[in-house]
């Protein structure tokens, strides 16, 4: 499969896409079977200043101290998106996604914790269950970004975000499509430095 072939599954969750396809569009915009308004945006998160990381999260590196090691060196960016890597993200997130019966956490944040592979959990268990899975399967950590958002309904929510050079994307819970991060219908609040696993940023504001 050509790596346009995928990144078209990406964009619009079918790699047939011909009967959608306006004579209006660009040559990309028909390829990857989405709107000139989506490809204006940029593929990849912005990163900004620093920011203190989510204090779930913190209790998470004590509990699970592999999952924030520190990798010795630092090296490469973002991954090549293949085929076979595409069907690695795609088994991961669909495995999770129905693996863990989703339950709420009704007591806010004083309560919360992040687990691998609960069998009840919350958004915070799906991201990490995600990034554990991938990670053990030779995904780079620097690539597996957990990211916290705003929902359109005031909620704040984590997802799972991968670096390609393609653009990053975005693995999450309350869908079942891999999506481009800039099709993410969220507000980014940070997300964690690719440098460092226990460092956090802001996510600049997307402009287009």
């Known amino acids: 499969m050509r790596r346009v072939s995928i990144l078209a599954a990406i964009a619009a969750g079918t790699i047939t896409m011909v009967s959608q396809m306006t004579a209006g569009q660009s040559a990309d915009e028909r390829l990857l079977g989405i709107p000139a308004s989506a490809m204006s945006a940029p593929p990849h998160?912005?990163?900004?200043?620093?920011?203190?990381p989510p204090f779930a999260y913190t209790v998470f590196c004590l509990r699970y101290q592999d999952e924030?090691?520190?990798?010795?060196?630092?090296?490469?960016?973002?991954?090549?998106?293949?085929?076979?890597?595409w069907a690695s993200l795609k088994d991961v997130n669909q495995t999770v996604n129905r693996?863990?019966?989703?339950?709420?956490?009704?007591f806010g944040l004083a309560t919360e914790t992040w687990l691998i592979d609960p069998e009840r959990g919350d958004c915070n268990d799906y991201a990490v269950s995600k990034r554990h899975r991938l990670m053990k399967g030779g995904w780079p950590a620097r690539t597996l970004l957990l990211g916290e958002v705003v929902t359109v309904w005031g909620k704040h929510h984590l997802v799972l975000?991968?670096?390609?050079?393609?653009?990053?994307?975005?693995?999450?819970n309350l869908t079942p499509q891999i999506r481009p991060w800039s099709r993410a219908?969220?507000?980014?609040?940070?997300?964690?430095?690719p440098a460092n696993p226990r460092y956090w940023n802001t996510v600049a504001p997307r402009s287009v």
């Open 68 to 85: 924030c090691r520190t990798r010795p060196l630092f090296r490469g960016g973002p991954v090549l998106l293949t085929e076979a890597r």
């Open 185 to 193: 219908p969220y507000r980014w609040v940070r997300i964690q430095s």
């Open 161 to 172: 975000v991968v670096l390609t050079r393609s653009g990053d994307l975005v693995l999450d």
């Open 45 to 52: 998160l912005k990163l900004d200043g620093p920011a203190l």
């Open 99 to 106: 693996a863990i019966v989703p339950e709420p956490n009704e």
